[in-house]
């Protein structure tokens, strides 16, 4: 027979691993939760990772790219010309755009010959697929917090030219570094 001590010792231990159990699965589930959370908050506030999924950003960013964009620049400066923006598009509600910003508020943008001219003066743009492009574009002003965006493809992109400048709100952040593939990681 057992005596009345070693059964309440054996309850006990039996008891504490239990509690100890119990106790270290809460932990995992209190921790995962909590790194969720703050997974969120910096996709949120901070930084948030963003796919290429078009072609007129070429050659600065391919098809597939996988580029963290900063969502505090805004808070601290203005926009400002050759910044890559990621924003809400004005035509489909749900779809975000990544382009090059070409002009701010208050500017004059015109297209002539395949040359980009802001307040008159010819823009040198080494980072175009083409150097000169299709189109033409009467001088237009930027309205004021409002910005004029093009893609670095300018044959193969939807932007300011078709669809107006950019309300500064509907940006959700700056570009600044492509992260994968690995053998294609830069900043921007």
């Known amino acids: 027979m057992t005596s009345p001590e070693a059964t309440s010792t054996g309850s006990v231990t039996t008891g504490k691993r ?3 159990a119990l106790g270290f699965i809460v932990e995992i589930v ?3 939760v909590a790194a969720f959370i703050i997974a969120m908050l910096v996709q949120a506030f ?3 990772p963003f796919t290429i999924h078009q072609v007129s950003m070429m050659p600065t960013l391919h098809e597939g790219d996988r580029i963290l964009i900063n969502r505090l620049t ?3 400066r203005e926009p400002r010309r ?5 924003f809400r598009s004005p035509l489909n509600s749900g779809e975000d755009l990544v382009k090059r910003i070409v002009a701010v508020g208050g500017d004059k943008v015109s297209i002539r010959d395949g040359v980009v001219y802001v307040n008159g003066n010819a823009v040198e743009e080494p980072y ?3 150097q000169h492009f299709a189109g033409v574009l009467p ?4 309205p004021r917090d409002h910005v004029f965006v093009m893609g670095d493809n300018r044959n193969q992109s939807g932007d300011s030219r078709l669809f107006g400048p950019v309300d500064e709100d509907a940006i959700l952040g700056t570009a600044f570094l492509i992260y994968w593939p690995i053998s294609r990681w830069s900043r921007l």
Do not use: A, C, Q, W
């Open 18 to 20: 239990k509690r100890s």
């Open 30 to 32: 209190v921790i995962v």
């Open 46 to 48: 901070l930084v948030k």
């Open 74 to 76: 805004y808070h601290f």
């Open 82 to 86: 050759g910044d890559i923006v990621v």
């Open 128 to 130: 175009l697929l083409d």
């Open 139 to 142: 001088e237009t002003v930027v």
